[in-house]
């Protein structure tokens, strides 16, 4: 993938990375990828954050336009034409806050999973 994420088990600091817009100001350690002192945060496909969410989504508030969804994921650009679609039936803002509490939620249960204590708060601080 373009982007990656770790967490440091000691410190909870997470690294990111991507090849496409790499930060220079952060220093990422040199053990990053071998060591058992950090884990890297999955990818939202691999959290059912990508197309499951969105036809979850579509079933649950836009159940007749799931065949014309079906066919914008045959192609390339899909989420931009998927985003087109939501504004034209002016539900863009309630897909929105759907994905948000799913990331949320799936967020949450792998750092449980992982026995990774969360702080309240601490996301919308730091953004």
Same mark, same amino acid.
């Given at each position: 993938?373009?982007?990656?994420?770790?967490?440091?088990?000691?410190?909870?600091? #997470?690294? /990111?990375?991507?090849?496409?817009?790499?930060i220079?100001?952060?220093? #990422?350690?040199?053990?990053?990828?071998?060591?058992?002192?950090?884990?890297?945060?999955?990818?939202?496909?691999?959290?059912?954050?990508? =197309?499951r969410?969105?036809?979850?989504?579509?079933?649950?508030?836009?159940?007749? =336009?799931?065949n014309r969804?079906?066919?914008?994921?045959?192609?390339?650009? *899909?989420?931009?034409?998927?985003?087109?679609?939501?504004?034209?039936?002016g539900?863009?803002? $309630?897909?929105?806050?759907?994905?948000?509490? *799913?990331? $949320? =939620?799936?967020?949450?249960? /792998?750092?449980? *999973?992982?026995? #990774?204590?969360?702080?309240?708060? $601490?996301?919308?601080?730091?953004?």
């Amino acid at each position: 993938m373009e982007h990656r994420a770790y967490v440091s088990l000691d410190s909870g600091k #997470i690294y /990111w990375m991507s090849e496409l817009n790499p930060i220079e100001e952060e220093e #990422i350690p040199d053990d990053l990828e071998t060591a058992d002192r950090y884990l890297e945060i999955p990818h939202k496909h691999d959290m059912d954050l990508g =197309q499951r969410l969105v036809f979850r989504f579509v079933e649950a508030r836009l159940p007749h =336009q799931c065949n014309r969804v079906s066919d914008i994921f045959r192609h390339r650009g *899909a989420y931009g034409r998927f985003k087109e679609l939501l504004a034209t039936e002016g539900c863009l803002d $309630e897909w929105y806050a759907f994905e948000a509490e *799913a990331t $949320e =939620q799936a967020l949450t249960a /792998w750092c449980r *999973a992982n026995d #990774i204590q969360l702080v309240e708060g $601490e996301a919308q601080q730091s953004t």
